[in-house]
């Protein structure tokens, strides 16, 4: 899988000249096991932004990295961005990797660290959080979160390795981000089509652009429709 290879080196250069700290994944934060309701009066503080994963067959060592400011450290709302960037077995077969995107895409779903409650819905890409005080208090960090995510992720035996950033930096670029959780949208829409279309026009295709643009989609529609 190298779809969205382009997209990951377009990422790491947007942030790379912001100060950022990087971890091993370490103790994973609690998970509360079921979704959690967080008073406005019970909040520490809120983040919003942009969240989403980017797949590769490309070797991604477990971790997490933190570009601004950790979760103790933040006294005021905030606009944030998550990206997964999560290495997945080289299958070989598209259709099968491609239905591992969608199984990695619901992840978020399934995972509710205690006193971080993430919002998000299955069209969008912006996921809003809330942190509670209680949390705050009791030591919550990025690292201990990114943790229960990474495990939760690798539930799936052909997860081989994901690095989760982080970014609350009020210098980062969060429309660019936005951007490329648009652009990653638009690649895993294309390949939708390329599973489930028979019909080959480019000529009249909307999705054109995207396949001029990612090596590799063209072949992949030849491929499916000979
Ligand atoms: S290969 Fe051509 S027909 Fe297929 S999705 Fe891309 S532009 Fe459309």
């Known amino acids: 899988m190298k779809f969205f290879d382009s997209l990951i080196d377009t990422v790491s250069d947007l942030f790379s000249s912001l100060e950022q700290k990087s971890f091993d994944k370490g103790e994973p934060w609690k998970d ?20 989403f994963n980017l797949v590769t067959s490309r070797e991604i060592s477990d971790g997490i990295t933190v570009i601004g400011d950790d979760l103790g ?16 077995e080289d299958i070989g077969d598209e259709q099968k990797s491609y239905n591992l995107i969608k199984k990695i895409e619901y992840v978020k779903y399934h995972c509710f660290p205690d006193g ?6 299955s069209r969008s890409h912006k996921e809003a959080v809330r942190v509670s005080k209680t949390a705050v208090k009791n030591g919550i960090d990025f690292r201990s979160v990114g943790s229960l995510l990474i495990n939760k992720y690798k539930e799936n035996p052909a997860v081989k390795g994901v690095r989760i950033l982080f ?22 829409e294309t390949l939708n089509h390329i599973m489930n279309s028979i019909n080959f026009d480019c000529d009249t295709c909307n999705l054109k652009a995207i396949c001029d643009e990612v090596e590799g989609m063209k072949e992949l529609h030849f491929k499916r429709t000979n």
């Open 32 to 51: 509360a096991g079921t979704n959690q309701v967080i008073m406005r009066r019970d909040t520490a503080c809120e983040l919003e932004g942009t969240g």
């Open 116 to 121: 971080f409650m993430m919002r998000s819905t």
């Open 73 to 88: 450290d933040i006294k005021d709302n905030r606009s944030f961005a998550r990206i997964s960037i999560v290495q997945i």
């Open 167 to 188: 970014i609350t930096h009020p210098l980062a670029n969060y429309e660019a981000a936005e951007k490329a959780a648009c652009r990653n949208s638009e690649i895993a």
